[in-house]
């Protein structure tokens, strides 16, 4: 009897442990997995440096992107967004030159002149964008990261609008400058007629019309309204890059904007 009550308690005995190694198996078994897990789904924090690289790397491909749509045959003329017209105060001496035999064409080619010139233009944009990109520090990128969705643009504008005139302008000047048909460049057209309207601008019955005076230089008009142009196409290449992550076109991209899209 007590032999079997022995072996009873030997059994129980075996069967506790058996049973607790079980158990202790199993948690640790889920003790790992939760960390196998955790390890996988955690993606590492990017540090400031791959912060600063990635959006140097999205402002290169936007201002890229945007030179290269407005670098061709009618990237102005042909984009309602950024084409060139004749400012708004000029807009009663478009309306009255369409009166007058060929008037129509003559305004049609000084608009097409325009939109040419900034075409042209643009080619002188990269490099002036590289050096701007180039000397980006690292709190300028933290603080594009977190601002606005076009943070990245006017950083651009605020470091690259002035040597971006410097280079535009000389360029459109040229552009304007060439002679068409008659012996007469498109500045030169621009400015009798832009003279021509100030002084009657500036005149009694102008004042009372309502008439305002336009700067007779077409080609920092243009160059304005070019830049302008370039922004708004850049603004737009900035947006698609934070907004949709099949314009992330390269592995810095699509890390530091995945980081951004978990915010």
């Not at 459109?172 to 030169?188: P, R, T």
Request: charged share 20%.
């Amino acid at each position: 009897m007590k032999t079997t009550t022995h072996f009873i308690s030997l059994c129980a005995t075996v069967f506790l442990l058996s049973i607790s190694s079980a158990n202790a198996q199993s948690i640790n078994l889920k003790s790992i997995k939760n960390a196998v897990t955790t390890a996988t789904t955690k993606a590492p924090t990017l540090s400031k440096e791959d912060i600063a690289n990635g959006l140097k790397n999205a402002l290169t491909v936007g201002s890229t992107n945007a030179s290269t749509k407005l670098n061709k045959p009618d990237g102005f003329l042909k984009d309602a967004a950024v084409k060139i017209l004749l400012p708004p105060e000029a807009q009663s001496i478009g309306k009255n030159i369409t009166l007058i035999p060929g008037g129509q064409k003559l305004l049609d080619d000084a608009i097409l002149r325009m939109n040419r010139a900034a075409e042209d233009a643009v080619i002188t944009a990269k490099p002036i964008f590289v050096n701007a990109i180039t000397d980006m520090t690292i709190a300028d990128a933290w603080n594009i990261l977190h601002g606005p969705n076009d943070a990245a643009t006017t950083y651009l504008k605020n470091n690259a609008y002035t040597p971006l005139q410097m280079a535009f302008q000389p360029k459109i000047s040229e552009s304007l400058d060439k002679k068409i048909v008659g012996g007469v460049s498109a500045s030169e057209s621009w400015k009798v007629l832009m003279n021509a309207n100030n002084k009657v601008a500036k005149s009694v019955a102008g004042k009372m019309a309502g008439m305002k005076t336009v700067n007779p230089d077409l080609a920092q008009y243009v160059t304005e309204k070019a830049l302008t142009g370039m922004f708004i196409k850049i603004a737009d290449e900035e947006k698609l890059i934070r907004m949709n992550p099949t314009a992330r076109v390269n592995d810095i991209l699509k890390k530091v904007f995945a980081e951004l899209d978990k915010k």
